[in-house]
């Protein structure tokens, strides 16, 4: 069977082994009410919001690098996802909450129900998460 997933593009064993399993758990941000549940959940631990224009080629690129950037130790982070296209007054909103100017794409730490950290574009990627354990 090997060969035939080989020719019709199945993976091969090799190829599966080596993939890395994603320890990111998307939440999806679609609901103002939602702010108040990520203002409580920060007063326990650190909450991740990660601000995401599904039409920037940018955004796309870092929202890839971004994901790989979650190991093991990083399993159990809170990161909501907001697709600012289909949502914009939440955005809005997250921007006056956490008093954050708007970018995109953004990324924002909230601890104790403020902004403890932000980064937007490539920065995105240079975020220590382990940090915020």
């Known amino acids: 069977m090997g060969i035939f997933n080989n020719m019709f593009g199945g ?8 993939e890395k399993k994603s320890y990111l758990d998307w939440l999806p941000l679609t609901s103002l009410k939602q702010l108040e549940e990520i203002k409580e959940q920060s007063k326990t631990e650190a909450v ?12 796309s690129m870092v929202i890839k ?4 950037l979650f190991g093991k130790e990083h399993q159990n982070m809170k990161v909501y996802y907001l697709d600012l296209l ?6 809005a909103e997250v921007g006056h909450t956490f ?3 708007h970018q995109s794409p953004q990324l924002i730490v909230v601890k104790n129900e403020v902004s403890v950290h932000y980064a ?3 920065d ?9 354990i």
């Open 86 to 91: 289909n949502y914009r007054a939440i955005s």
């Open 124 to 132: 995105i990627t240079q975020t220590n998460l382990s940090r915020f």
């Open 120 to 122: 937007s574009h490539h």
């Open 48 to 59: 991740l919001i990660f601000k995401h224009s599904t039409r920037c080629g940018i955004s």
């Open 11 to 18: 993976k091969s064993e090799k190829e599966s082994k080596s």
């Open 65 to 68: 690098q971004f994901e790989k």
């Open 99 to 101: 008093q954050v100017m």
